[in-house]
């Protein structure tokens, strides 16, 4: 079994053993873990390879690639708008992005958009990195681009568009970017090692993530299936039509792609370690370092359910559940219990936080698969002690 390192709280000894149970018969996985209760790090743990090959320890300053974890943080972003009176979930997206009209979009609200209802799902247009890591290019190819279906009238995963969807509202509001607006509202204030566009100074301590078995197993089933109706856009919201490879990593890359990590992709793009990612959720729930980033009828609104039940392309359930970009409990993905909210990542990423038990968690890892119940193992620990 892969030595893990850091500390657990008395109480939560449940949780390593979880932690260090994800390591079993994988070999180059590296990972890390945090929890915080009531404000209080609890567990704080990393262990196995930050490289697949064992020649880098993953250590305590090891940063990795969150993926989908990113879209949680922004709505983080977008409800502290909110809350500050400067959005309204129910108000036309036009009304702060007047570009985003074109082509019959005029009347899709702030919490359809950012509850994947918005119908661009995945650009009509191949895209390249050269575009991807382009900010106003990215914005405009949206805001003119024809929904894949009527907006407003049904949802499908926005896997990577969902970012700057929703960080050009964050832009028009503030007059700052969806990087710099996080780095100053939550990063900052909370001391945390956290980017949406990463420093240059910071490179050498990202993980390389890889595909694992079974991503590698989905990605083959899904390239076959492309003809199937809907699928080409289930593969084009991953790819962008070219873009990102279907794995989203690969030998420097995709998201192991230097350019990648510095430029502002706020759908899955963002960078941190376990400790400042689960440091941001519990701050949402629970004065933490001093900081409570969103309040109770704040989070009243921006978790009600706006989007369940079968999407648009079609998708075997469990469905997920969304609110205003937040990822909800549900049989999908399943946190600590119907209190909780946050946004998983591709691989096997777990982020979230649980109003009722003051809970902030994360759980990263670069060995990505497609059939995982790491993250869930742990979440059904943790559920053990908090409730017993």
């Known amino acids: 079994m892969t030595r893990r390192e850091g500390h657990v709280a008395e109480g939560f000894e449940p949780v390593a053993r979880a932690f260090e149970a994800s390591f079993e018969g994988r070999p180059g996985m590296g990972a890390a873990l945090a929890v915080l209760h009531r404000g209080e790090l609890v567990v704080d743990l990393h262990g196995g390879s930050a490289d697949r090959h064992g020649r880098t320890p993953w250590t305590d300053r090891t940063l990795s690639v969150i993926f989908s974890c990113t879209k949680g943080v922004l709505s983080i972003l977008v409800a502290r708008l909110v809350q500050e009176g400067r959005l309204d979930y129910d108000a036309p997206a036009i009304r702060y992005w007047p570009e985003f009209g074109e082509a019959g979009k005029s009347d899709l609200t702030v919490g359809d958009l950012l509850a994947h209802r918005a119908g661009l799902s995945a650009p009509r247009q191949d895209l390249s990195v050269d575009d991807i890591v382009d900010w106003d290019r990215m914005v405009s190819i949206l805001a003119r681009q024809e929904p894949l279906w009527a907006p407003g009238t049904g949802w499908a995963y926005h896997a990577i568009t969902h970012g700057w969807l929703g960080g050009e509202l964050v832009r028009r509001v503030t007059g700052r970017s969806v990087g710099d607006r996080f780095r100053e509202a939550v990063a900052e204030p909370l001391g945390v090692d956290m980017w949406i566009g990463l420093p240059a100074d910071r490179h050498d301590r990202v993980a390389t993530m890889w595909s694992g078995p079974s991503l590698d197993e989905l990605t083959a089933t899904q390239q076959r299936e492309r003809g199937f109706p809907g699928h080409e ?156």
Do not use: K
């Not at 440091?279 to 359910?305: C, E, N, Q």
């Not at 609110?323 to 999908?332: H, I, K, P, R, V």
């Open 233 to 388: 856009w289930l593969w084009r919201a991953m790819t962008l039509g070219g873009a990102l490879p279907p794995e989203l990593v690969g030998d420097g890359v995709g998201f192991n792609d230097p350019r990648i990590h510095s430029a502002e992709i706020p759908g899955a793009g963002g960078i941190a370690d376990a400790r400042a990612l689960a440091t941001v959720w519990s701050a949402t729930v629970t004065p933490t370092h001093g900081v409570r980033l969103l309040d109770d009828a704040t989070l009243d609104i921006a978790l009600v359910p706006r989007a369940t039940g079968a999407p648009v392309f079609d998708a075997a359930p469990p469905w997920p559940r969304w609110g205003a970009g937040f990822q909800l409990d549900s049989e999908a993905r399943r946190y600590l219990s119907d209190a909780s909210f946050g946004h998983d990542g591709a691989g096997g990423q777990v982020a979230f936080a649980d109003r009722e038990h003051e809970i902030g968690f994360a759980f990263l890892t670069n060995q990505m698969e497609a059939d995982d119940d790491r993250g869930t193992r742990i979440v059904d620990a943790l559920r053990e002690c908090v409730t017993r």
